[in-house]
């Protein structure tokens, strides 16, 4: 008996809400289960990195130059006596917020402009549509560098320079999601019954298109993570001391040949792992929101 209306409850949680139903199908598949494993590994050893480790990541430890990974020191230690194991956890935790913050000013920047086209149309959707198609023409790393040049450099300005990039990315997405969604029963019910277009989208429309944004979110923090570390490895984005994967990397060429293997195989383990869960996730968001692969 309580097995059923625990089962009848996880129904209901699951069919009252579109984001529901595709968070269960999420947390329901192996690679989902993998992608959020890694991703709550990786994020709690970047935001508690300074209580992991008894050194901050600038302090330089008198005699320890240059050593292997060791019970003191996991991941070795570099040419300035600092402790690689928290550089690399704070570098993770500095390429996350970059990232984060990229996906969210080209998501909602993008999303907003995608929405407004789709849904009013006309001279509207023109020229935002061309806007789009503009900025879309140019590579994203290449607008990331001419941003840049006019921003300066800076952990702030990398994560602006890259989520620009995103901008027509999610716009296109979203305004193709709206005209879908536009026309259906509920969206015009909605609009019989007196609903400002804001409430139309937000309330009614925006639920339904929000599953594919949601895996070229998760697509795109790749993207934005291999952004940050080329930026930061070209030397456009933190300045040292402070670490970030690209800084790492960049300081790891200089010992390529010289036997500190440690340098360059941490951080490199660190983005690997990233990107694996991210691209799971992602594919994982695309099995949950895809209807004819549904089986449950």
Known sequence: MSQDLSQGRIYEWRHSSQIFDVAYRVLAEKRGQLALFILLILILGAIFSTLISPYHYSEQIRGVRLIPPSWDHPFGTDDLNRDMFVRTLYGLRISLAVSFGAVSVGAITGVTLGYTAGYFGGWVEMIIMRILDTMLAFPGILTAIAVLAILGTGLMEVSLAIGIGAIPVFGRLARGQLLQEKNRDYALAAESLGAKPVRIVLRHIAINTLPP??????????????????????????????PTIGILLSEARRWLTSGAWWF???PTLMLSFLLIALNFLADALLEATNPYGRNK
């Open 213 to 242: 944004l949601l895996v070229q979110a998760a697509l795109f923090m790749s993207a934005a993570v291999i952004a940050e570390a080329s930026l930061n490895f070209l030397g456009m984005g933190a300045s040292p001391p402070i």
């Open 264 to 266: 360059i195989l941490f």
